[in-house]
């Protein structure tokens, strides 16, 4: 059973930055989309981006683009996520999933995930 532990969160000002990463222990991220949801106080849990087993491919909601790059080292089970520019808008809980075996990244935006983290709070002041 893949446990996966975020880490990276805290607390910068606007225009900041920070980078998250997930790391799978007892499991692998092999053969696994992968990506990050966000949940803000008050708000749905939403998708914020995703990357392909190849890792050739990426996804990101319209809000992040330019800003956030996801990225992944498979020989290091991690995950990561470079957030730069950040805004207070941006602060959450940041959740790290794994697909389901060899599915696609389309499929983490549909709500097909795996496994999640336990997430890592970022809070941008302004």
């Known amino acids: 059973q893949v446990r996966l532990v975020e880490s990276g969160g805290g607390s910068v000002q606007a225009g900041g930055s920070l980078r998250l990463s997930c790391y799978a222990s007892?499991?692998?991220?092999?053969?696994?989309?992968m990506g990050w949801f966000r949940q803000a106080p008050g708000k749905d849990r939403e998708f914020v981006a995703a990357i392909s087993l190849s890792g050739r491919s990426t996804l990101y909601i319209d809000s992040v683009k330019d800003r956030f790059t996801i990225s992944r080292d498979d020989d290091k089970f991690t995950i990561y996520l470079e957030m730069i520019n950040l805004k207070p808008e941006d602060t959450a809980v940041y959740y790290c999933v794994r697909g389901h075996p060899w599915g696609q990244i389309d499929g983490l935006l549909a709500g097909e995930i795996g496994a999640w983290g336990q997430g890592t709070q970022v809070t941008v002041s302004s």
């Open positions: 007892e499991g692998t991220l092999d053969g696994y989309a």
